[in-house]
């Protein structure tokens, strides 16, 4: 199930259910206020850059996404990077929310001829954690598990808000060969309302219900994009501390505390403050928010160089060899993305320190993108792409 990409009609009804939530949860008044400053930038900065970057100028003035990006996928993506850059979390969260993603997915399905979802998931709560579960039969054991947590900096984010993206994964498993494949995604506390290390213990409570699940470790491959990947790093890590073999619980039969079989982590924020950090002309992402955002994560008691907190801090390599995973660890971003040096930075160094790592650096392309192709590219094949990528790497190393 991979459904059409995203319209004006759809970014029209998007903001007809935005408006509410932004009301409730934020106020008439600070939303009025966002709106207000938004207008000038809107009303005359975005048209008079987008005309000018993208039809005034040569094409090799002109940024690389530019150069390859539909002129939609141009336009949101400006939006975007005025977004991270100038609206507070607080506002930025309600968008992600659910409240507001899962009715517009239905919408999304009822536009594409779908009353219900083709591909079944459920809600799981937990008093340790919460998510939702995607499986084609729930009454089967999974022959594969995707275990994903969602990007968003920390501070916004859902499970919700990557239905879409997660039920197209599990769709194109089914055709790659998998007979019942499973996606868990971890809808995990968002900063402020949390700090570490409690989006890590939820995290690892999660993957263990998981491994109580699927039972055979190497059948499951822990993901995320950007903070999501950051989480799932600092998940290695910590299982690399805790068994560096597999335990079997007393008598339940569940495999507890096991590495997962593989890892395939979209545009990772690998160190989380880094000078290396530099915004460019073609990402929507903000260095100094960034580095905001880090510092709220990690609270007055971690430092921002904690290696379980920031795991592109860790050099030990004897940690990170007995934190891989048995089939290794694939990246994929972008190159003109912000954390694109400090990606390539851990690549080199797993490559020169024998860790089995395979990586796939997008030419022109901006951070998570295989996220946002998904939903913003006009092509089939182009939305397809970076999925693609990832289920020919997980059907390569996992039966």
Known sequence: MILGPISYLDCLVFCAFLAPQLIIHVGLFQTTWVVLKCLPFLLLELPFKFVHERYLIGYDSQSPFVQKATPFEDFVIRCVRYAFANI???????????????PFLRFRLLRHGYLRSPVHWNEYNDKRFKGIWIIKDPMKKPDICIFYAHGGGFSMGSAYFYLEFLLAWANLLG?????????????????????????????IAAYEHVLSVVQDPN????????????????????????????????????????????????????????????NTASDYL????????????????????????SPGSCRDISWWKGAMPSKGIFIAYGAEEVFAPEIAGLIEF??????????????????????????????????????????????????
């Open 286 to 309: 903000d260095a100094g928010n960034l580095h905001l955002y880090a510092r709220q994560y990690a609270g007055e008691k971690v430092s921002v160089n904690d290696p379980l907190l």
């Open 88 to 102: 507070p979390p607080k506002v930025g969260r309600v968008f992600f929310s659910k409240p507001v993603a899962l």
């Open 350 to 399: 797993f490559e020169k320190n024998d860790i089995k790592v395979h990586s796939r650096e997008e030419k022109g392309g901006i951070h998570a993108w295989p996220v946002a192709c998904v939903f913003l590219s006009s092509s089939l094949s182009d939305r397809q792409k970076g999925l693609k990528y990832l289920v020919e790497e997980i059907r390569d190393n996992i039966d």
């Open 175 to 203: 055709h790659s060969g998998y007979q019942n494949p499973a996606i868990f995604a971890l809808d995990y506390t968002l900063v402020p309302d949390a700090s570490f290390p409690a989006q890590l213990e939820e995290t």
């Open 219 to 278: 059948k499951i491959c822990v993901s995320g994009d950007s903070a999501g990947a950051t989480i799932v790093l600092s998940l290695l890590l910590h299982l690399a501390n805790i068994s560096r073999h597999l335990e079997k619980m007393d008598n339940t039969g569940a495999w507890r505390l096991a590495k997962p079989g593989m890892a395939v982590l979209i545009s990772p924020w690998v160190t989380l403050v880094s000078s290396k950090h530099q």
